[in-house]
C-alpha cells in the first residue's frame, strides 16, 4: 500500500535518477576529474591554474530544460576540447568511454575561466515526462522533482568520501524574462567563489560572503518534510 501511494504521488522518481545519476555515473568520473584537468594544465602552461576550480561543475535547472549544445544557449560559453576520457568494461558494453568537455566562460570584464561543465542528464528525463501524457507528470510535478533531485544529489555526494572536491552542483532558476549571458555569469559566479576559497586558504583570510544563488537551504524551505520518499521498511533500510 504504501509502495502504491508513493508511486502515484511519484515521490520515488527523483530519488532514484539522482541514485542512479551518482551510481552509474558521477561515481565513475569525480574521482578522475583532477587527474584529467592536473593533465590538461601540465600541456597547456600558458592558462592559468586554479586547482579549486578541477572539478566537474554540474549544471541543475529547475525547470529541467538544458540544451545539447551550451554554446547555443549562452555565445558567452565557448568549447575548448574534450579532456582524457575514460574507458571502461560496464554492464557488458566494452569499452565504454566517459569524458568531458572543457569550455572557456567569458566574464563581463572579457575575462577568460575555463571549466568542465556540463548539465545533470537526468534533468532530460524530467523534462521528457512532463511533456509525456503517458507519464501524466505536470510541469509543477516536474519542479517538485527538480528541487528534490537536487537535494538528494547533494546528499548523497557529501557522504561520498571518494567524491569529495571533485564537483561543484550549480542549482539555478532561469529568469522570467530571457536573458542572453545568464548561463555564464551564473557559472561565473561559482569559479569566482572557487577561486576566493584558493586564495583564502592559501592567505589564511575570511571566507567570502555569503552566496546569492541557489543552494540547498532555500530549497529546504521550498519542500515540505512530506514530500520526501519514505522507505518501504519500518527498520529504515
Known sequence: EMSEMSERS?????HGLAWSFYVGYLKIVLPRVKKTMEEFSR???????CRKTWKLHILI????????DL????SNIQYVTELTETTLARAGIKKRVYKHSLYAITDEENQLWHCAVEYATPLQTLYAMSQDECAAFSREERLEQAKLFYRTLEEI???SKECADTYRLIAYEE???AESHFLSREIVWHLRQEHHEEISVQEQSHPPSPSTA???AELNLQISVSDLPQPLRTDGF
Do not use: I, M
Not at 554554446?71 to 549562452?74: C, I, L, M, T, V
Open 71 to 74: 554554446e547555443k544557449a549562452d
Open 10 to 14: 511519484k515521490q520515488n522518481v527523483a
Open 214 to 216: 541557489l543552494d540547498s
Open 157 to 159: 555526494l557529501r557522504g
Open 43 to 49: 600541456a597547456n602552461p600558458n592558462l592559468p591554474a
Open 175 to 177: 529568469p522570467e524574462e
Open 61 to 68: 535547472p529547475l525547470s529541467c530544460d538544458t540544451y545539447d
